[in-house]
């Protein structure tokens, strides 16, 4: 059989037709892979800063020894207190301190025991294990979304591939947001009400001293 011309062409064609499919198959396929390695450790390291702060409030109450005592207004005084609302206002004397304050308003049976100390040690060092943890979360959606937007060609192939697609979840107790919503949830950083106003306003009031 003699082999045409032609048959060189369509081979060539054929040829480049095979690589030019692996290569964009393999392009998709690496994106897919990475997109879904980085969302699923951003879910977990969402869910596991919402752990970091569940066993913060779980040990206050083991630290102190009340744990028959808890409450939800402890709670959100132990939350507040590892968001910095108490920050600078947590004299070791006591009777001084709005932490130190709201606690006793909380618990009056506390007053005749000597743990404000302990107290203010395991609030300081639970909110800078809980800033860390944040800190992390922050550094890990930077480079989530450098890796989306970086690139002409590079950033329309992650949005063909479908990312941020349903493997990101921002879970919160029951409720779960997906994909785009999941990735603005996740930047919505604790703060208090009063560091909230302060961003939106751009005036930050002194914090009033206990029984003012």
Same mark, same amino acid.
Request: charged share 20%; net charge neutral.
């Given at each position: @059989?003699?082999?045409?011309?032609? @048959?060189?062409?369509?081979?060539?064609?054929?040829?480049?037709?095979?690589?030019?499919?692996?290569?964009?198959?393999?392009?998709?396929?690496?994106?897919?892979?990475? =997109?879904? &390695? %980085?969302?699923?450790?951003? !879910?977990?390291?969402?869910?596991?800063?919402?752990?970091? *702060?569940?066993?913060?409030?779980?040990?206050?109450?083991?630290?102190?020894?009340?744990?028959? $005592?808890?409450?939800?207004?402890?709670?959100?005084?132990? $939350?507040?207190?590892?968001? =910095?609302?108490?920050?600078? +206002?947590?004299?070791? %004397?006591?009777?001084?301190?709005?932490?130190?304050?709201?606690?006793?308003?909380?618990?009056?049976? *506390?007053?005749? *025991?000597?743990?404000?100390?302990?107290?203010?040690?395991?609030?300081?060092? =639970?909110?800078?294990?809980?800033? %860390?943890?944040?800190? +992390?979360?922050?550094? @890990? $959606?930077?480079?989530?979304? /450098?890796? /989306?937007?970086?690139?002409?060609?590079? #950033? +329309?192939?992650?949005?063909?591939?479908?990312?941020?697609?349903?493997?990101?979840?921002? %879970?919160? =107790?029951?409720?779960? !947001?997906?994909?785009?919503?999941?990735? #603005?949830?996740?930047?919505?950083?604790?703060?208090?009400?009063?560091?909230?106003?302060?961003?939106?306003?751009?005036?930050? &009031?002194? *914090?009033? @001293?206990?029984?003012?």
């Amino acid at each position: @059989m003699t082999i045409k011309p032609w @048959m060189y062409i369509v081979g060539a064609i054929a040829v480049a037709f095979i690589f030019v499919s692996v290569s964009i198959y393999s392009t998709f396929n690496t994106i897919q892979q990475e =997109g879904v &390695d %980085q969302e699923t450790a951003l !879910t977990a390291q969402y869910l596991d800063n919402q752990n970091e *702060l569940s066993a913060y409030v779980s040990g206050f109450y083991e630290q102190i020894g009340i744990a028959n $005592l808890k409450s939800d207004k402890m709670d959100q005084i132990l $939350l507040d207190a590892v968001k =910095g609302r108490y920050d600078g +206002k947590t004299s070791a %004397q006591p009777g001084q301190g709005q932490l130190f304050s709201a606690i006793k308003e909380a618990y009056p049976d *506390l007053n005749g *025991l000597n743990i404000y100390d302990k107290i203010v040690d395991y609030v300081r060092a =639970g909110r800078e294990s809980y800033k %860390q943890k944040q800190s +992390k979360l922050l550094d @890990m $959606l930077r480079a989530y979304d /450098r890796w /989306r937007q970086s690139g002409i060609i590079h #950033s +329309k192939l992650v949005v063909l591939t479908g990312f941020p697609s349903h493997a990101l979840r921002a %879970q919160i =107790g029951v409720n779960a !947001t997906f994909g785009e919503q999941a990735l #603005s949830q996740m930047y919505v950083i604790v703060l208090t009400s009063d560091a909230i106003k302060a961003y939106q306003t751009g005036v930050q &009031d002194p *914090l009033p @001293m206990p029984g003012k």
